[in-house]
């Protein structure tokens, strides 16, 4: 293979960034009739590059600094935008995890798509996503993050609405595609704002510059506001976050890889990325903490009334994510990461444990799942308790780890509104998380409200499919209880050296004294408090399995509705798009367009019937009035 380049750690990185590429090219135009065939494609890629990543990870993850390639993509005067890789910790960390999740779910839905007649067209848009994602984490520049940002948007798109036949679908594609657009006009303007300030679009280059003060604060400020818009849109935050639940139409394997642990997350991550640059500016964090509390909270309260098994999983991403938002504006770096990293594997575990629910019940009630007898599906059962012990923040599963750096970052700055707030969202997390363990392990037929369903699993034959989908979640699930023990290698892994040069170190938050371990003990207890409530009011055998929120009708129904912000977005849509520019644009279509137009006929024709009166045809006339034309020309030139 001559054509390869004899550096390892290149070629391994130049596998991640262009074998599922290919993969999908050869799907789609070669083997889109052969289904299995597709799908071996998809899956050996993916597989390569995870072994590319492991690869990449083990090789540099003592390196002192940050491996760059980088070859000239634009060149205009003295401003060259290149094109390449930067292999840091960060990037290589979320590489990993990428791969990992990319890997498991397209193994799962091995037995998760079986029989469905898209199957290569599914496995083609996993590749495209695959793709995508791999060469934007590892971008060195904010152009090349900034196309594959997009592209990554283009494959949740096709995959959100993959079943397109359904109008429900489609229509969540097409909400997904334009609500994170809003967002990245403005991420896009931020960087045209940062290239005219500083002239350079190097992500290192950038934050060096932004921590040494050698870029104008307008400059950083308005260019970080602008980027976080792009955070907005994509991580789902307050106030473009109800296309999220929305897009649960696709198939569940697409929810776990799109909206739990990768796509949403590329908000967060480029927040880490640039995070240097975001700390220089006081203000653009001020705000971004203030979104991230927002989103956490009303996520939160979104999730206690739905009986949806995804949409619960959708809400709490969003409000997860919200927490990693408050933890990176807060100064939390390592933390902010830590729970992107945990949350990673136990939602994904979750979605994929719901999916096995799903296919097997056809439904994503979870009354009718409890009632059809979904705790005798015993590995997906313990699975996802697991994964929603790990949510709640239960020692000792990841998630309680995760979220106490971001509790203890959050006790560290000077306004406790955002430690409240933090406590509060813990207890609600804990609260929703086990209400739905509760419906399905402790169904009661006479809930209100809750459809008949027969218990038709006997819970004792599993073929091939089943197992097929049970071993990626079994997989997640031990990634979940062991991944919080190793905090402190992941910590110095993270904040290294370089980075903590680099202005990425966290807050200290009193370290193991007094006050750390009244947090400690505050937060476990809201959490233990949170899964007891729910246990009240869900799983006790003389609990009537309604909510203490059922005693508030009109606050039930705020959550329900998302705090009516689609009916917001509907009425703004339709007093200032329909009503306002479109009745705009559709007079100036008739007034100046249309009018424009027909006045010149109107003229022309008005014309040709005046100058018609000058041409009858006879020799006589046209003989008057060539003379009088010449008599009044010598009137002229003579006067």
Not at 306 to 333: E, N, P
């Amino acid at each position: 293979m001559m054509w390869l380049p004899h550096d390892s750690v290149l070629t391994a990185a130049l596998t991640c960034a262009t074998l599922p590429f290919l993969s999908m090219a050869v799907i789609l135009i070669f083997t889109r009739a052969y289904p299995r065939v597709s799908c071996a494609i998809s899956v050996s890629a993916i597989t390569v590059c995870l072994g590319s990543t492991l690869y990449l990870l083990l090789t540099l993850r003592h390196a002192p600094e940050a491996v760059e390639y980088q070859w000239a993509w634009i060149i205009s005067g003295d401003m060259v935008i290149p094109f390449g890789f930067l292999l840091d910790r960060l990037s290589l960390l979320m590489l990993t995890i990428v791969a990992v999740i990319s890997f498991l779910v397209q193994v799962y839905s091995i037995g998760y798509m079986h029989g469905d007649p898209g199957f290569s067209r599914y496995y083609a848009f996993q590749s495209l996503f695959a793709w995508a994602m791999m060469t934007m984490v590892i971008a060195p520049g904010m152009l090349q993050l900034y196309i594959f940002w997009e592209l990554v948007g283009l494959a949740s798109y096709l995959l959100i609405g993959y079943y397109y036949e359904k109008w429900s679908a489609s229509q969540a594609g097409k909400k997904a595609f334009v609500m994170t657009r809003l967002g990245d006009i403005g991420f896009f303007l931020g960087i045209i704002t940062v290239l005219l300030g500083f002239g350079d679009l190097g992500i290192q280059h950038m934050n060096a510059a932004a921590q040494a003060g050698d870029i104008h604060p307008w400059v950083v400020t308005l260019g970080a506001l602008l980027i976080f818009c792009g955070v907005v849109g994509k991580s789902a935050q307050f106030p473009l976050l109800t296309w999220l639940p929305d897009a649960m139409e696709g198939p569940t394997p697409v929810s776990a890889l799109l909206h739990s642990a990768t796509m949403v997350a590329a908000g967060v991550y480029l927040m880490s990325r640039i995070f240097p640059f975001f700390a220089a500016s006081p203000d653009a964090m001020a705000v971004a903490l203030i979104i991230g509390t927002i989103t956490m909270l009303l996520a939160s309260t979104m999730a206690m009334v739905t009986y949806d098994i995804k949409q619960v999983w959708a809400y709490s991403t969003v409000s997860q994510l919200g927490f990693m938002v408050m933890s990176l504006a807060a100064g939390g770096y390592f933390a902010g990461v830590f729970h992107l990293t945990t949350h990673a594997g136990f939602k994904a575990l979750l979605f994929l444990c719901s999916g096995i629910f799903i296919h097997e019940y056809h439904t994503n009630d979870m009354r009718e799942i409890g009632q059809g007898g979904g705790r005798k599906l015993t590995i997906p059962m313990i699975c996802m308790t697991v994964g929603a012990l790990a949510l709640a923040g239960i020692f000792p599963f990841s998630g309680f780890f995760s979220k106490e750096a971001i509790l203890g970052v959050l006790a560290g700055y000077p306004n406790k509104i955002y430690l409240g707030a933090g406590l509060l969202g813990a207890l609600m997390t804990a609260y929703y998380s086990f209400r739905l363990i509760f419906f399905i392990l402790f169904p009661r037929p006479s809930a209100e409200g809750a459809p008949h369903h027969e218990d038709h699993h006997s819970g004792g034959h599993h073929g091939h499919v089943f197992w097929t989908m049970a071993w990626p979640c079994m997989i997640l699930a031990t990634i979940t209880l062991g991944l919080g023990f190793f905090q402190n290698e992941l910590q110095g892994y993270l904040l290294g050296h370089g980075a903590v040069a680099h202005g990425h170190e966290a807050p200290e938050h009193g370290g193991h004294g007094l006050g750390h371990y009244l947090l400690l003990i505050t937060a476990v207890s809201l959490a233990v408090g949170g899964v007891f409530f729910a246990y009240l009011e869900f799983g006790w055998k003389k609990a009537s399995q309604k909510g203490f929120l059922s005693k508030f009708p009109a606050v039930e129904a705020l959550f329900a509705n998302r705090w009516y912000m689609d009916h917001f977005y509907r009425k703004a849509l339709d007093l200032l798009v329909y009503c306002g520019f479109t009745n705009i644009f559709t007079r100036n279509d008739r007034r100046v367009i249309d009018g424009g137009i027909d006045g010149i006929c109107r003229f022309t024709v008005g014309g040709g019937r005046a100058v018609s009166f000058l041409q009858s045809g006879m020799l006589q006339y046209n003989l008057v009035l060539m003379v009088a034309a010449i008599g009044v020309l010598v009137l002229v030139f003579a006067l």
